[in-house]
């Protein structure tokens, strides 16, 4: 995953990166909380929560 993210900040530079879960998915919220992602308080068509990586360098 960090290597994804690493990708993804060397092609979009500081851009955000979003993705979407189901709150219920307690592993995988856990694990992209642990990686600096944040809920944002909205959700996609398909009901899922999204969250928000800030990439500040």
Not at 21 to 47: C, M, P, R, S, W
Request: aromatic share 10%; hydrophobic share 40%; proline share 2%.
């Amino acid at each position: 995953m960090r290597a994804l993210i690493g990708k993804l900040a060397g092609e979009y530079g500081k851009q955000p990166i979003y993705l979407s879960v189901y709150q219920e998915n307690t592993g995988a919220v856990h694990l992209y909380e642990k990686l600096g992602f944040q809920f944002i308080d909205e959700l996609d068509v398909n009901g899922e929560h999204i969250m928000k990586l800030e990439m500040d360098s």
